[in-house]
């Protein structure tokens, strides 16, 4: 009587199943490779601070300084978008930030908190409204943008507003994902507290590109 066809099939899964265990061995060691190889970068990343959070791009940041102590530096990378606030050598908080647009850059240089106003509103920028309330032009600088007849300027509410230099300062505001402020630095309202709260007048701010 011939031979079955099955005895063949036999034969070809045997050594498959007898394969699978030495795979294994393998899978695991090249897992391990790319888990613990990767501890290092990640330890790097926790360890940066700056860099923490992923997404940080579009993240509106975090504070962690309401038990820190120490002497309090704000850095702003405006590349990056994002300012950082020190207590002593600690990071403790981190903001996305919008600086100033192409034509106000926010100038880089070393600075100093030279006034804070909780409830500021600008003398240069805002909108012309007429007496309805309505706005008629929105955004403007009044050094620059003529006022329609029947207007009157309505300055920008800047909650939190601390000062560096001159026209420029840090405040509560419109955070888009790119520049687009007339110089100063804002932040997210949640943040820009944080910031003023724990900054005190004299306090270092560094701008950097």
Same mark, same amino acid.
């Given at each position: 009587?011939?031979?079955?066809?099955?005895?063949?099939?036999?034969?070809?899964?045997?050594?498959?199943?007898?394969?699978?265990?030495? $795979?294994?061995?393998?899978?695991?060691? $090249?897992?391990?490779?790319? $888990?613990?190889?990767?501890?290092?970068?990640?330890?790097?990343?926790?360890?940066?601070?700056?860099?923490?959070?992923?997404?940080?791009?579009?993240?509106?940041?975090?504070?962690?300084?309401?038990?820190?102590?120490? %002497?309090?530096?704000?850095?702003?990378?405006?590349?990056?978008?994002?300012?950082?606030?020190?207590?002593?050598?600690?990071?403790?908080?981190?903001?996305?930030?919008?600086?100033?647009?192409?034509?106000?850059?926010? %100038?880089?240089?070393?600075?100093?908190?030279?006034?804070?106003?909780?409830?500021?509103?600008?003398?240069?920028?805002?909108?012309?409204?007429?007496?309805?309330?309505?706005?008629?032009?929105?955004?403007?600088?009044?050094?620059?943008?003529?006022? %329609?007849?029947?207007?009157?300027?309505?300055?920008?509410?800047?909650?939190?507003?601390?000062?560096?230099?001159?026209?420029?300062?840090?405040?509560?505001?419109?955070?888009?994902?790119?520049?687009?402020?007339?110089?100063?630095?804002?932040?997210?309202?949640?943040?820009?507290?944080?910031?003023?709260?724990?900054?005190?007048?004299?306090?270092?701010?560094?701008?950097?590109?």
């Amino acid at each position: 009587m011939p031979l079955s066809v099955e005895p063949r099939h036999d034969t070809i899964s045997v050594p498959r199943r007898m394969k699978a265990p030495k $795979i294994i061995p393998i899978l695991a060691a $090249i897992g391990s490779v790319i $888990i613990f190889g990767g501890c290092a970068d990640f330890t790097q990343e926790l360890t940066a601070g700056a860099h923490f959070f992923p997404g940080a791009a579009t993240s509106e940041g975090y504070w962690r300084g309401d038990n820190s102590s120490g %002497p309090a530096k704000i850095v702003v990378h405006v590349g990056q978008q994002r300012a950082y606030f020190y207590k002593g050598h600690r990071l403790v908080g981190e903001s996305t930030v919008s600086t100033g647009k192409r034509g106000f850059d926010t %100038p880089p240089g070393r600075y100093r908190v030279i006034e804070k106003d909780k409830n500021h509103i600008s003398s240069e920028f805002g909108d012309y409204v007429n007496h309805r309330g309505d706005v008629v032009k929105s955004n403007i600088d009044v050094r620059k943008d003529a006022q %329609p007849k029947g207007t009157h300027f309505d300055g920008a509410r800047m909650p939190y507003f601390m000062r560096f230099t001159g026209g420029y300062g840090m405040h509560a505001g419109y955070v888009p994902q790119f520049r687009a402020s007339h110089g100063c630095i804002r932040l997210p309202p949640r943040m820009a507290r944080h910031f003023f709260e724990n900054a005190p007048d004299d306090t270092p701010v560094i701008v950097r590109e």
